[in-house]
């Protein structure tokens, strides 16, 4: 811009009839040369800076590039041990479940077979009849009842499954399979699709035997249904009373997982 202002001073005074001598005239083109070489060196400054900071971004984009395929990788990773995790934990559950069916079945034949009259032979004397058995059994115990209950759930009874329950509940009622049929009778009620009345019935569960195993799922349970029917704020209080009071169960780590769902 300096050097077009010089050439315009010099045409300019050409025009109006002031001639320069050589001298400055020579000495006008080195300042044109000096400022055009200024221009030039900025220039080349210029694009050495822009081609700097464009080689500095394309390092840092590949540096994230790289640190986003770290972390996607780390996040499957996790994930696939986190899968594998669950899915140990759903075979011992599996596990767990089948030992504890085979347990009620072998409580359940030996309470039949403790309650099956006995016969007691007697010597026959002239005035005395046959011999006569003992007294016969009172009716099935908590583990059978726990067990034909159970039995009838699977083939679709569900209220012939009740019944079971509500006689085990009725006639032991302290028995430690009383949880066990208030929580079938509220998954037959399910199997019905009758949440209203399953709800009612994890109620009754949570408050006769609040340290029962079967809570966590209880409290679960009735969140869940909470939540399907709108009920925000009941379904968040009972996914925090699961984590406060169970915090190391499965049903604590689900309702984390709900609360990051309705917050």
């Known amino acids: 811009m300096k050097a077009g202002l010089l050439v315009l001073i010099a045409v300019t005074a050409a025009s109006t009839g002031c001639f320069a001598s050589k001298t400055e005239f020579l000495k006008l083109q080195d300042e044109i040369a000096a400022t055009r070489a200024s221009e030039l060196a900025a220039d080349s400054a210029q694009r050495e800076q822009l081609a700097s900071v464009s080689r500095s971004l ?10 986003n395929r770290k972390v996607t990788a780390m996040r499957a990773t996790s994930e696939t041990e986190i899968a594998a995790i669950r899915q140990d934990v759903s075979q011992l559950q599996d596990l767990s479940g089948q030992s504890e069916q085979r347990l009620r079945e072998i409580r359940a034949t030996l309470e039949e077979k403790t309650r099956q009259p006995e ?15 003992g007294a016969s059994p009172s009716g099935p115990g908590p583990a059978q009842l726990l067990q034909a209950g159970r039995d009838q759930l699977v083939k679709g009874g569900n209220s012939a499954a009740r019944s ?20 079938y009778s509220a998954q037959s009620f399910a199997a019905e699709r009758n949440a209203v009345a399953a709800d009612s019935t994890y109620v009754v569960l949570i408050a006769r035997f609040p340290n029962s195993p079967r809570v966590p799922t209880a409290l679960y349970k009735r969140a869940q ?7 925000t704020p009941q379904a968040r209080q009972l996914y925090q009373e699961i984590i406060r009071r169970f915090p190391r169960s499965d049903e604590a780590a689900l309702a984390e997982e709900r609360l990051q769902s309705i917050r």
């Not at 394309?58 to 640190?67: F, G, N, P, Q, T």
């Not at 016969?119 to 058995?133: K, L, S, V």
């Not at 249904?225 to 009920?231: E, I, V």
């Open 119 to 133: 016969t007691a032979p007697r010597a026959e004397t002239p005035d005395a009849g046959p011999a006569t058995t």
């Open 164 to 183: 079971a329950f509500s006689e085990l509940v009725a006639q032991y009622p302290n028995s430690e399979y009383a949880p066990e049929a208030i929580f």
């Open 225 to 231: 249904h909470m939540q399907a029917t709108r009920r």
């Open 58 to 67: 394309r390092a840092l984009s590949d540096s994230i590039a790289a640190l």
